[in-house]
């Protein structure tokens, strides 16, 4: 919230301008060159998977392959026509068409809960976390952890806590069941993924909390390294494999927050010995059945680039300004590699119609050069976002092949 406020005043106090200078005819002349089909032939729905798959296998797609989560109840509603409360399942898929959203991370197949009225939390009815507004669904906000103190992280049994244990619900299912059934339900429109959201680093975060852990990884390493970390990789091995099996998604999606805005959490040295040893063996099943890693997290990723293509990463979801966008494109801008993100939240959220186009355009011009690139609004559409921020943003999406020209219209009855 403070890097928002200061962005704000900053702006105000600039009294910036827009200068145009990348246009949208020099868009569609760089994507030309980028794209085989003619960019007037835009997606109808039923092509959105297989240009998935053609952009896995790096093959040229007849779109700018997009990837957005999708939480904002307003934007929702214009393009689908309907309720999103009372019939949430066909909201999102009409959604994602209209939007030319492709790879999809949110396929709800029951109608979503009233939401907690903005301002205000509302307490679990048993688990110890609060709801609080975020969009069509909630965020959740942890009160306790399973250890009060350091003495008692060397007493927990660590072999028995399971994925499923988390308190606060998982963004993903891995389980076979699941996947399959969003998958089904999606069909076409798009290419859904499941992903491990504590593939090494954040299991020890999710059930410690930051305090515990990073006091605990610090003083102790050694010991910390064999008491938590070791019996997650058997875990998580597992449940990467499980995922690999089940989805027909190309890529396999794993997340660990090994940073903030300002780079890693512990000295990189820390990573090297307790964390990057392990990720090969995690990744391995999924490696095996074909399957690309895309590697998720916040923060200023930058340092790890490296050791992420050296273990074997194919892409990288990515936070920016946190991490700078000419880093990104240096070490995943290459064919065979993908990145997904580009789209600044704050921007989206605090600027005006002109300076968001400018973004847009500013990325793909960025990007013309990177047949890995997909573009995602990386913090997420939740609800807090201006209507009119996303129109335009959706806008400027079209003029540059991202999003159908009639988003607003084409998949309302």
Known sequence: ??????????????????????????????????????LNDRLTGITMKQDVFDWANTKLTSKVISKESLNHPQLIEMVSGLDVYKNTPEAYRRAYQALGIDVI???????????????????HAVLPYSYGHLGVFDTF???????????????????????????????????????VAREKFIGEIGSY??????????????FLGWEIFMVAAALEP????????LPFVKKSKAIIKEMALASDNPFVFVHDDL??????LFHPQWYDDYIFP?????????????????????GNMETFFPK?????????????PATPLDSVIEYFGKSGKFLLGGIETIKLTLGTSGEIRQMVFDVMDKMQNCPGYAMTCCGGLHGNIPMENLEAYFDARAEVGVTPKNWRTICRD
Not at 259 to 264: I, T, V
């Open 1 to 38: 919230m403070a890097e928002v406020v200061v962005w704000e005043q900053q702006h105000n106090e600039a009294d910036a301008t827009v200068g145009w200078k990348f246009t949208a005819a020099d868009a569609h002349i760089k994507l030309k060159k980028m794209y085989t089909h003619d």
């Open 105 to 123: 991370n949110n396929v709800p197949l029951e109608n979503a809960p009233s939401p907690t009225p903005v301002g205000r939390c509302q307490p």
């Open 141 to 179: 906000m942890r009160h306790t952890y399973l250890c009060k103190n350091l003495e008692e992280v060397w007493d927990i049994d660590v072999e028995a806590l399971a994925y499923e244990d988390l308190l606060v619900p998982v963004p993903h299912s891995c389980k076979k069941n699941d996947i």
């Open 193 to 206: 993924y499941p992903m491990l959201y504590t593939t090494l680093f954040m299991w020890a975060e999710e």
């Open 222 to 229: 050694d010991r910390f390294h064999d008491k938590w970390i």
């Open 259 to 264: 940073a903030n805005a300002n780079g890693p």
């Open 278 to 298: 392990h990720y090969p063996e995690i990744f391995g099943e999924a490696r095996r059945l074909g399957k690309k890693i895309i590697y998720v997290a916040d």
């Open 308 to 320: 992420l293509l050296d273990i074997g990463v194919d892409g990288i979801h990515f936070e920016n």
